[in-house]
């Protein structure tokens, strides 16, 4: 399953680090996964999530908070309104180079940053939360012996999840600010709330609030056994699967048809092909009747390596050709021909070099093409299956003048 690491800008300039968890197939959707409060993007229950949710074909970026993990920045100059600025960094890069999320994830405190943010992305259809307080304010808790230092200094040292943290008090007035439902009530967006009776950071009376706050569509599910950080690697899963069949339902990723581009799709002829974007860089969805396939570009030259390259694609056309060709001709003549492989490679080559080529320009395409025929064969069959794979429909076209005629369809 690919990773692409994910760099960005938030507001101040400073760059954050990412990783985009890419599924192996067509991708239903993006979503943007916003980690608990002072974890990362490497939090063990944010990467659960996101690679089983990329198994189950949504692409999911989760990225480390201003000053956190990989990312830039001084966390002691951070609150929860920077958190939300990340956020929107964050959805904002992966519509320029992808496609805009769909869902919003977010576990303990970026549940409440997701909640909180929802209203400014237009293209969230859905939000999730996992363990996440109703409110930002609610975690003003965790610095209670601190609260009073800071009415007489700026920056106090606090220890949240055995680490030290050095906060300002800019920290602790600014989540005054996030201490409404309101939010929540306008939020008019799909809401999946999972919660843990057993949570002991965050009690389950706060899922209570988010779901009375919310208007419908809303959905809760109990993570029954379940601990705060979801340690158990079972509960990532269940979350992920139960999510993954939930969404469908507002993201009608099983609808195809209601796309203009789907409805097409249903009335290709045969020996008609669709090719569309499945991102803002190289992954394309290729379509032919019922079939999807998947052409991209390697890592290494900005793709997400999810499929074949064009060139791949167009060696896998004359090999798969080749191949066919060659069994039918074996099948009629009753050859004892057990088993074909055909290895191709593209290149290219200076005209020059080439004797049977018309030196039109310097350079040329060569494909090399190996067949390894298995069975009991003389040489005569042998070379016949050679001239026999020459004559492939596919190899005929490649040699033929083409003649392409392009043209711009009405939108």
Not at 264 to 273: A, N, T, W
Not at 333 to 354: F, G, M, N, S
């Amino acid at each position: 399953m690919p990773r692409i690491e994910a760099v960005f800008k938030n507001p101040q300039g400073e760059s954050l680090s990412g990783l985009l968890e890419m599924p192996s197939g067509v991708i239903k959707s993006y979503a943007l996964f916003a980690h608990c409060f002072t974890c990362s993007k490497d939090n063990l229950a944010a990467a659960r999530i996101a690679r089983a949710l990329a198994d189950l074909g949504i692409a999911v970026l989760r990225f480390d908070f201003t000053g956190l993990g990989n990312s830039k920045g001084d966390f002691s100059n951070t609150n929860f309104s920077s958190n939300l600025q990340d956020l929107l960094a964050a959805a904002h890069y992966l519509e320029q180079h992808y496609a805009a999320p769909t869902l919003l994830i977010g576990h303990s405190l970026g549940g409440s940053a997701a909640l909180a943010v929802a209203q400014d992305l237009a293209a969230v259809k859905a939000v999730i939360t996992i363990g996440a307080p109703a409110t930002a304010a609610h975690v003003k808790h965790l610095f209670a012996d601190s609260v009073h230092a800071l009415m007489d200094k700026q920056t106090v040292q606090v220890e949240l999840g055995g680490r030290s943290f050095n906060i300002q008090r800019q920290f602790i007035d600014d989540l005054e600010k996030y201490n409404s439902v309101a939010h929540i009530k306008a939020l008019r967006k799909a809401l999946l709330i999972f919660h843990s009776p057993l949570d002991q950071v965050v009690s389950i009376d706060e899922a209570a609030r988010i779901y009375t706050a919310a208007k419908h569509p809303k959905s809760f599910v109990s993570l029954d056994q379940a601990d705060h950080l979801l340690s158990n690697p079972e509960d990532s899963r269940y979350v992920a699967e139960v999510l993954s069949a939930w969404a469908g339902r507002y993201l009608k990723t099983d609808r195809m048809p209601a796309k203009k581009e789907d409805a097409e799709m249903q009335i290709v002829e045969p020996g008609s092909v669709i090719v569309r974007e499945r991102d803002k860089k190289f992954t394309r969805e290729i379509l032919a009747g019922h079939h999807h396939l998947i052409s991209d570009e390697p890592v290494a030259m900005g793709g997400a390596d999810l499929g074949l390259n064009p060139y791949e694609l167009l060696l896998a056309a004359l090999g798969s050709c080749t191949s066919m060709t060659l069994r039918m001709y074996a099948n009629h003549k009753q050859i004892d021909l057990q088993d074909i492989q055909v290895k191709l490679h593209h290149t290219r080559i200076h005209a020059e070099d080439c004797a049977a080529c018309e030196a039109q320009a310097p350079f040329i395409d060569r494909i090399t093409r190996s067949i390894q025929l298995i069975g009991h064969l003389n040489d005569q069959q042998r070379i016949r299956l050679l001239e026999i794979a020459n004559q492939c429909p596919v190899h005929k076209t490649l040699r033929n003048q083409m003649d392409i005629k392009t043209k711009l369809s009405a939108t």
